[in-house]
């Protein structure tokens, strides 16, 4: 076992609002997401991303994957819970997948639905 602090879930469900991380859960012992998706194509990149900022952080997600939706899955096995490793990963990951160029900047960004924000 780690010598990481394990939050426990009434910790956990303080430590998700002060990330501002409102869309992801605990269930079954992992923090978890659903990102939806406008199609497989975005699916996989959303995959592809989230398994990059795993493999940098090296701490890695699990993930399950269907045509427009990507269910994500965090546990610091070695702890044996929800440790800081997550929920910094679950903030990275937030603002990658969820990033979109400011309006009125340089990018202006995809006009397709593309990775939908449900919460």
């Excluded at 394990?6 to 409102?22: N, S």
């Excluded at 079954?28 to 497989?40: A, F, I, M």
């Excluded at 900022?53 to 070695?78: F, N, R």
Aim: aromatic residues 10%.
């Amino acid at each position: 076992m780690s010598d990481e602090k394990v939050y426990k879930d009434d910790e956990i469900a303080a430590r998700t609002a002060e990330l501002g991380l409102d869309a992801w859960y605990m269930e079954d012992g992992w923090l978890r997401r659903k990102v939806s998706t406008d199609g497989w194509q975005t699916t996989l990149q959303v995959v592809n991303l989230v398994g990059f900022l795993c493999e940098a952080a090296y701490h890695h997600a699990d993930l399950s994957v269907t045509w427009g939706k990507v269910w994500i899955k965090l546990k610091t096995h070695s702890a044996g819970g929800i440790t800081d490793k997550d929920f910094a990963l679950a903030r990275k990951i937030e603002d990658s997948v969820f990033w979109r160029p400011e309006a009125g900047g340089p990018l202006e960004g995809t006009p397709n639905k593309f990775v939908i924000n449900k919460k």
